[in-house]
């Protein structure tokens, strides 16, 4: 039997929950209530390594198209000025881009994987995704209304203790 408040473990005749001290009602076996954090967490882990690829796929672009077409867009007629002001701000920009995406591949892995640090690193990638329309802020608002509110902070802690 589980406890319908917090899904812990009930031996046969206990009639309150050790973990939540909730009284059991009932002799009927029950199952676990899953919590809005655990039914949520592991598509949001997948859609952070979704979008990661994406991201990086985008900024390898653009660092290539950076480091080739605009280094000799100056050979082809182009002012000098334009292509030494792209170049390096083509590849800063796409530096930013791979560097965001390998923060989501570790968010993705640190949610799946259940680790505490992996709740606080998607919270600040979800903010930062609010401006990558239309995914990204998809994917943003879908991260904030799974992982901000205080009642999930609880439930991801207790998520991490049942997982463990």
């Not at 653009?62 to 007629?77: E, P, Q, R, W, Y």
Request: aromatic share 10%.
């Amino acid at each position: 039997m589980f406890c319908d408040q917090c899904g812990g473990k009930l031996q046969a005749n206990q009639r309150f929950c050790s973990g939540c001290g909730r009284e059991v009602v009932g002799g009927m076996p029950g199952y676990p209530r899953r919590s809005r954090v655990q039914e949520h967490v592991r598509l949001l882990a997948i859609l952070w390594f979704a979008l990661s690829a994406l991201n990086a796929l985008g900024g390898v672009v653009l660092i290539i198209l950076a480091n080739t077409l605009f280094v000799h867009l100056h050979d082809f007629g182009a002012p000098e000025a334009s292509t030494s002001f792209l170049h390096p701000l083509l590849t800063i920009i796409g530096a930013f881009v791979v560097a965001k995406a390998a923060a989501g591949f570790a968010a993705g892995y640190g949610l799946l994987q259940r680790e505490p640090w992996a709740r606080v690193l998607a919270l600040i990638l979800g903010f930062l995704s609010l401006l990558n329309i239309p995914f990204g802020t998809a994917l943003g608002v879908y991260t904030l209304w799974v992982l901000l509110p205080a009642q999930s902070e609880e439930e991801y802690e207790k998520y991490l203790s049942i997982a463990a």
